[in-house]
């Protein structure tokens, strides 16, 4: 009841829930980076929302499986297939003994999803079991996947129904992507006209983007920061700016203080479109007030539950 | 509008002139408390309620973050004010003090030479100083175990490197902002580096995984390369 890692991709991991309240403590929150994108796999194939699945990054790996299972891919638009014939995304997936799966580069979006019914086998540490590699928690080992690792699910694979995700649920993958955003505590250091480059510019994630945060280029922001702000709390969706007036966005493994001026917060609705965006995209941010945000939230929730009731412990 | 409004939704009565209350985000108000100690009392009588998602105490500040799915802003604010109502409370000094071993300056301390340039001290002068007393532990956070020492020395406060480093080994030992930090784990980090540590600040597997807590007493003590087995 196993299948066996034959080639591992670029950073192949098991995410699954964040790591909660344990910030204080430095923890970061980890997860999936896109867990709309988890949750929806999961679903598919009858499984708790969030339960463990693998986390595709960019290049996928390539899976042979000892065993049946009942599988589901989501995320990122890639080519995926079983024994060389394509498979469709957003729908359950029967795979049999001696078959092999193979994820293809991500071309849009930057994470694939592969869940797979019964939910994989797992570490849980410190109240998770999603992967931290800085810190080697969770997951598989503490680690991204490698070749001939062999992971099993929690209990048997079997799929109850054939699903597909509905038309109306299958969350558009861009390369041009808004996220709402408020304010944050040091937003008042940028001057106005630098605020209003802020929300104007069509910000380019730069080459440095990963699970704990994105660059941003773009132009300079001029910030009055001496590098001195006592360091405080920041979060999965938080923008900073250093005073080389470079902004970044910070993601799930973020690290839980910083020092560099909090300029912005991503809305809790749009954080999970962060893990999705990728090197050369394009993002705006679209300016609200928390109430706002907060209503927005509400009516997205909405929208979701219809498909994914739950959906106010994923986004 | 966004962005160009920006600071305290209101201040709540009381004599506590810090306490101020603002938005972070749409889930997120920041507490400006006086002083480390503060964050840390707070941050407990916060948490102790069991209404908040985090809890997460700064150096001056404590932030809190609200599941807006199922708490309106209004409740959320009002839980901060009446526990700030309440007074904060300060928890009483540790007693553990921990002997931190440092091999300063060369490839472990790579911005040692730099720092010494900022401040006209010589590497021998800033090694003496910062051995010279105890610290106590301010804050810890960043990542799993990363500590945040108060109670640095003027002449050794030095700003935070203008673009953060991508990679930092773990065990290095950084000082900027009047404090030393101690990163217990590689990964990108900004401040300027005089030494690094093999003292273990996070380990998962053990039964206290984080055994350095605010409040707790910290010194320094210079080692070379081979006693500190790096």
Redesign the interface.
């Known amino acids: 009841m196993s299948f066996t890692v034959l080639e591992p991709g670029l950073q192949t991991t098991i995410q699954a829930s964040a790591r909660?309240?344990m910030?204080?403590?430095?923890?970061?929150a980890s997860g999936a980076a896109d867990p709309l994108s988890l949750a929806i796999a999961n679903r598919l194939l009858g499984n708790d929302l969030l339960a463990p699945a693998l986390e595709v990054t960019l290049v996928g790996p390539v899976l042979g499986f000892d065993a049946s299972f009942a599988l589901a891919a989501t995320g990122g638009l890639a080519k995926v297939t079983l024994n060389g014939e394509p498979i469709e995304f957003h729908q359950t997936v029967l795979v049999n003994p001696g078959d092999e799966l193979a994820i293809g580069s991500v071309e849009v979006g930057m994470r694939v999803y592969i869940a797979f019914a019964g939910g994989l086998q797992a570490n849980d540490?410190?109240g998770s079991v999603s992967t931290y590699l800085?810190?080697?928690?969770g997951g598989h080992k503490g680690r991204a996947l490698v070749k001939d690792d062999v992971l099993r699910t929690q209990r048997e694979s079997r799929l109850t129904d054939s699903l597909h995700t509905p038309e109306g649920f299958r969350p558009p993958i861009t390369s041009r992507w808004t996220v709402r955003?408020?304010?944050?505590?040091e937003?008042?250091l940028?001057q106005?006209k630098q605020?209003?480059a802020?929300?104007d510019t069509h910000w380019t994630i730069g080459r440095?983007a990963d699970r704990?945060g994105m660059q941003l280029d773009g132009p300079a922001l001029k910030i009055s920061s001496?590098?001195?702000?006592?360091?405080?709390?920041v979060?999965p969706?938080?923008v900073q700016c250093?005073?080389?007036g470079?902004p970044f966005i910070l993601s799930v493994d973020a690290?839980?203080?910083?020092?560099?001026p909090?300029i912005?917060?991503?809305?809790?609705m749009d954080r999970h479109l962060l893990g999705q965006m990728r090197p050369g995209d394009h993002v705006r941010f679209l300016?609200?007030?928390?109430?706002e945000?907060?209503a927005e939230?509400?009516a997205k929730?909405d929208y979701w539950r219809k498909w994914l009731p739950g959906i106010?412990r994923v986004i | 509008?966004?962005?160009?409004?920006?600071?305290s939704i209101f201040v709540p009565s009381g004599d506590n002139a810090a306490g101020t209350l603002?938005?972070?985000?749409?889930?997120?108000l920041?507490i400006h408390v006086a002083s480390p100690a503060d964050a840390q009392a707070l941050?407990e009588q916060l948490?102790a309620s069991g209404a908040w998602?985090?809890?997460?105490?700064?150096?001056?500040?404590?932030?809190v973050?609200f599941?807006?799915?199922?708490v309106?802003?209004n409740i959320a604010s009002q839980r901060v004010a009446d526990e700030l109502a309440q007074g904060i409370v300060a928890t009483k000094r540790s007693d553990v003090l921990f002997e931190i071993p440092v091999v300063y300056g060369g490839d472990f301390g790579p911005d040692l030479e730099e720092v010494c340039e900022q401040t006209g001290l010589t590497a021998k002068e800033l090694i003496a100083l910062h051995t010279a007393h105890e610290y106590s532990v301010d804050?810890?956070?960043?990542?799993?175990?990363?500590v945040?020492v108060g109670g640095l020395e003027d002449v050794l406060?030095v700003?935070?490197?203008?673009?953060?480093r991508?990679h930092v080994e773990a065990g290095s030992v950084g000082i900027?902002?009047g404090r030393t930090g101690l990163y217990?784990?590689?990964?990108?980090g900004?401040w300027p580096l005089i030494g690094r540590t093999t003292f273990k600040l996070?380990d998962?597997h053990a039964e206290e995984?984080?055994p350095v807590r605010a409040g707790m007493r910290i010194r320094f003590v210079s080692v070379s390369a081979a006693e500190a087995g790096l």
């Open positions: 909660n309240g910030r204080h403590l430095g923890v970061p540490v410190l800085p810190a080697a928690l955003a408020c304010r944050s505590a937003t008042h940028l106005e605020r209003d802020l929300v440095r704990m001496d590098g001195r702000m006592p360091s405080a709390a979060f969706g938080t250093p005073e080389d470079s690290g839980t203080t910083g020092g560099y909090r912005a917060q991503v809305a809790r300016p609200r007030e928390p109430q945000a907060i939230l509400h929730h106010e | 509008m966004f962005l160009r409004t920006a600071g603002e938005f972070c985000g749409d889930d997120l920041s941050a948490r998602r985090e809890v997460v105490p700064g150096i001056d500040s404590v932030v973050q599941d807006a799915a199922a309106t802003i804050l810890v956070g960043f990542t799993p175990g990363f945040y406060h700003p935070r490197r203008k673009q953060p991508q900027a902002d217990a784990l590689p990964g990108p900004g996070f998962p995984p984080f």
